[in-house]
């Protein structure tokens, strides 16, 4: 996993596995519990490892999770585009907003691309997307651009693949939340 990277006994090629479709992933921490807070030298040779693998691959997708621990905020600097995600929950648009806002006033990141995850009610993604539009224009005047780059519904077929441990375009390619995983990945490539 990523700790044997992190204990210096194996490099991030030693760890990658391939899943379906022939995406490489690495696998993450047991628990990850481990990741609460990484040292400066633990981000320093993950980002060390990351620009050796930028040799081989198209695409290198981070998953920080949500936050603004200085993890998150570490990868995201790192990162050539931040894909910020958020529910259709207030509190969860409320923490991408806070994301975007450290980003953008304490390091002077400026571009955003905006996803829905687990949508019930696809009316209102758009009116949520506006509203923080509307907020981050206030609040950061203008200083950002953010771009909405879709939706993935709520779908069963996600319990399902997670619960078999695959991908959902395995599991179920034709689901809703797989043929928009499918078309977002199109359009951001």
Same mark, same amino acid.
């Given at each position: ?18 899943g379906t ?13 481990? @990741? ?11 980002l ?20 603004v ?7 995201? $600097? ?8 958020a ?28 996803? %829905? ?11 949520? @997307? ?9 609040? $950061? ?9 879709? %939706? ?15 991908? $959902? ?5 034709t ?12 359009? $951001?490539?």
């Open positions: 996993t990523i700790l044997d990277v992190l204990a210096g006994e194996k490099s991030l090629t030693e760890v990658i596995m391939v479709g022939g995406i490489k992933v690495v696998p993450a921490a047991p628990g990850g519990a481990e @990741f609460i807070e990484l040292s400066q030298a633990h981000k320093l040779l993950l060390d490892e990351l620009e050796t693998l930028a040799e081989e691959f198209d695409v290198i997708l981070v998953d920080t999770g949500a936050g621990s200085s993890n998150v905020v570490y990868f995201n $600097l790192g990162a050539h585009e931040r894909i910020v995600v529910d259709q929950e207030p509190a969860s648009v409320i923490d991408a907003y806070t994301l975007i806002k450290v980003l953008a006033t304490r390091y002077a990141e400026k571009r955003f691309k905006l996803l %829905f995850n687990k949508i019930t009610r696809p009316q209102e993604v758009l009116h949520s @997307f506006e509203q923080l539009t509307k907020v981050a224009d206030r609040f $950061l005047q203008g200083s950002i651009s953010l771009e909405y780059i879709g %939706f993935i519904p709520e779908d069963a077929a996600l319990s399902q693949a997670n619960r078999l441990h695959k991908a $959902l375009t395995a599991v179920n390619p689901s809703p939340a797989s043929l928009a995983f499918s078309e977002i990945a199109r359009s $951001l490539m």
